[in-house]
């Protein structure tokens, strides 16, 4: 019902600033929660920062004060803008979509960003 699309990954120098974008098609977008995930080589995937269909929003301790997840629905997009970045956060980074009636999620194919000089 979703397909999900993301872009902007890179590579970029410690303390250097990337926006990754999410593009959202299907139905119903609206009332989906969504997420950013990670995973590192040899490493579990991790929620990043999740933001609710209301707004509200969470992020894990490694990355508070540097990432920050939006959403636009009038566009179906959602992106991350990540700041401050460091070498920790080279990881292949995952949008997610969440219907919270069903708990039915979606994921898209990845970008990779490499913080690294």
């Known amino acids: 019902q979703v397909e999900l699309v993301e872009s902007g990954g890179e590579l970029v120098q410690p303390g250097g600033s990337l926006r990754l974008s999410c593009a959202a098609s299907?139905?119903?977008?609206?009332?989906?929660?969504v997420g950013w995930y990670r995973q590192a080589p040899g490493k579990q995937r991790e929620l990043v920062a999740a933001m609710t269909s209301g707004g509200s929003t969470n992020s894990a301790d490694s990355v508070k004060g540097r990432f920050t997840i939006s959403r636009d629905n009038a566009k179906n997009m959602v992106y991350l803008q990540m700041n401050s970045l460091k070498p920790e956060d080279t990881a292949v980074y995952y949008c997610?979509?969440?219907?919270?009636?069903?708990?039915?999620?979606?994921w898209g194919q990845g970008t990779q960003v490499t913080v690294s000089s």
């Open positions: 997610n979509a969440k219907n919270p009636r069903t708990g039915r999620g979606y």
């Open positions: 299907g139905s119903l977008f609206s009332i989906y929660s």
